[in-house]
């Protein structure tokens, strides 16, 4: 069975990936995509969920956390 982690206002998301860097954001480039970017949240803080709204910044900020937005980029 998976483990379901709750997390609360002001605690970190990410406690353990990529931890040495600053932001964790990672970049796929797609062939076909309508959009030349679109960033995904990894936060669970965006207003526009499942888009980034840039709250990732404001979350890392006040918790201490590295998270970042999943980049899909148009080749
Ligand atoms: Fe969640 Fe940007 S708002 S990763």
């Known amino acids: 069975s998976a483990t379901v982690v709750v997390r609360a206002e002001g605690q970190t998301i990410n406690p ?29 803080r965006s207003k526009t969920f499942p888009l980034c709204d840039g709250s990732h910044v404001k979350h890392n900020k006040a918790t201490g956390d590295n998270v970042g937005p999943l980049l899909l980029k148009k080749q």
């Open 16 to 44: 353990e990936i990529r931890k040495t860097e600053e932001k964790v954001v990672d970049s796929i480039v797609v062939t076909e995509l309508s959009k030349p970017l679109t960033a995904y949240c990894r936060c669970w």
